[in-house]
Nanobody, 119 residues
Framework: VQLQASGGGLVQAGGSLRLSCAAS????????IGWFRQAPGKEREFVGR?????????FADAVKGRFTMSRDNAANTVVYLQMNSLKSEDTAVYFC????????????WGQGTQVTVSS
C-alpha cells in the first residue's frame, strides 16, 4: 500500500484547511487510515483515525470538535482530514498512515505535508 498526503499550506488562525490522503495498492486489506502530526521539537502525535469501511472516526482531544474525516465517495481510495477553527498550535507536519488490523502497528506511511497556522 502506498499513501500520498497533500493539501498542506499556510492559513490564518481560525481558518480551515483540508488534507487528502490517497491510498493505492492493496487497499482492500486495510483496516483504518490514521493522521498524525509532528511539530518542531516535539514527538509525533496521533490526530485521528478513520475505519476504512466508511467510519467511524476517532480523534485526539486536542482536535475533537474541530477536525473531521471522511472518505471520497467517487474516489474510494481518498480520505480527507477537514481542519476547521485552526490554531497556531496545530502547526506541524501532518502524516497519514494505514494499518491492516487494530490494535496493531501502523504498517504504511505517507510523506508529510506542512500545515502552518499564523496567529
Amino acid at each position: 500500500v502506498q499513501l500520498q498526503a497533500s493539501g498542506g499550506g499556510l492559513v490564518q488562525a481560525g481558518g480551515s484547511l483540508r488534507l487528502s490522503c490517497a491510498a493505492s495498492g492493496r487497499t482492500f486489506d486495510l483496516y483504518d487510515i490514521g493522521w498524525f502530526r509532528q511539530a518542531p521539537g516535539k514527538e509525533r502525535e496521533f490526530v485521528g483515525r478513520y475505519k476504512w469501511s466508511r467510519g467511524p472516526t476517532y480523534f485526539a482531544d486536542a482536535v475533537k470538535g474541530r477536525f473531521t474525516m471522511s472518505r471520497d465517495n467517487a474516489a474510494n481510495t481518498v480520505v480527507y482530514l477537514q481542519m476547521n477553527s485552526l490554531k497556531s498550535e496545530d502547526t506541524a507536519v501532518y502524516f497519514c498512515a494505514a494499518r491492516l488490523r487494530s490494535p496493531g502497528s501502523w504498517n504504511f506511511w505517507g510523506q508529510g505535508t506542512q500545515v502552518t497556522v499564523s496567529s
